[in-house]
């Protein structure tokens, strides 16, 4: 639910740093229904990251909060996150990539000031061949990141824009001001 005058101020207070903050260009953000029955109250946003104007990958990021309070939570907002991408297939089974992507996460939170406890989440990573009637399309492989944290401040500002810093990795865009290579290459032969 989107806050009311009956929300409670840390409440508003969190949604405002959220609605307030920009990512990069190549993340587009949009306000979507929160899940109701997790929490008392509730916010969520959806983003999708285009490469060269194709997806790449997309998120939701889930505000709940509960005035009460939550001992898992180990406080009384809580950010949770869906994000999944597409993987070049060589990718794919890399056993050091769940532990690369869950530094997405914790970095891009700690390189923005997001000051965080009770963090936790899986990465999966999967790889698809299509056979029979549903053959034709080559292999696929994706990349999913479910993960949980709880702000210890409720200007979540910082923690928007590390979950954007998260969503870019996943994605495999290159840092902000930094033009990757191929897109160098594409950019002269034109």
Known sequence: MAPTPTAPEAFTRAVDGLRAAAPRAEILLEEIAPPQRLAPFGFAL????????????????????DPAGHDAWRGNLRLV????????????????????????????????????TAIGGTITQTASTRF??????????DLEIRASWTPTSDDLGAHLHGWCGM?????????????ALADRHRANAG
Do not use: C, K, N
Not at 87 to 114: C, M
Not at 132 to 141: D, I, M, R, Y
Not at 170 to 178: E, I, N
């Open 81 to 116: 996150t869906l994000v999944t991408a597409e993987l070049e297939a060589d990718l794919a089974g890399d056993p050091l990539l769940p532990a690369v992507a869950w530094t997405w996460l914790t970095d891009g939170l700690d390189q923005h000031g997001a000051a965080y």
């Open 167 to 179: 969503l870019a990795s996943t994605a495999g865009l290159p840092p902000p001001g930094v033009t």
């Open 46 to 65: 959806s983003a999708t990251v285009l490469r060269d104007g194709d997806e790449v990958a997309s998120g939701r990021l889930i505000l709940l909060h």
């Open 132 to 141: 029979g009637e549903l053959a034709g399309p080559p292999p696929t492989a």
